[in-house]
Nanobody, 124 residues
Framework: QVQLVESGGGSVQAGGSLRVSCAAF????????MGWFRQAPGKEREGVAT???????MYADSVKGRFTISQDNAKNTLYLQMNSLKIEDTAMYFC??????????????????WGQGTQVTVSS
């Protein structure tokens, strides 16, 4: 099992940047597919970006070119660098992991482990 703890959320003006982090604890010696998801009030959870154990990445169309997912395996930490933020990026951001690697997907049902989330608020 792995435990995930997000940090780095906050408030930022539109056009600004923010980086959220996700620290992994527990069985971190295994390889995992990692992902970032977000959920705005009244909306369904949506996949934002994913990175597999081979460092391959995939992004939602809504964030492509603005967000970058990366990981530091030595620190067992996942990052999401968010640039050119828009008001519609406001949401609770969740980190997720799954031991089934070799599958690129932003479908939440393919992730077994979840963090508690960190709030990102973008204002005008």
């Amino acid at each position: 099992q792995v435990q995930l703890v997000e940090s780095g959320g906050g408030s930022v003006q539109a056009g600004g940047s923010l980086r959220v982090s996700c620290a992994a604890f527990g069985h971190t010696s295994a390889s995992y597919r990692m992902g970032w998801f977000r959920q705005a009030p009244g909306k369904e959870r949506e996949g934002v970006a994913t990175i597999d154990s081979d460092e391959s990445t995939m992004y939602a169309d809504s964030v492509k070119g603005r967000f970058t997912i990366s990981q530091d395996n030595a620190k067992n930490t996942l990052y999401l660098q968010m640039n050119s933020l828009k008001i519609e990026d406001t949401a609770m951001y969740f980190c997720a992991a799954d031991y089934r690697t070799g599958i690129q997907t932003l479908d939440a049902k393919w992730y077994n482990y979840w963090g508690q989330g960190t709030q990102v608020t973008v204002s005008s």
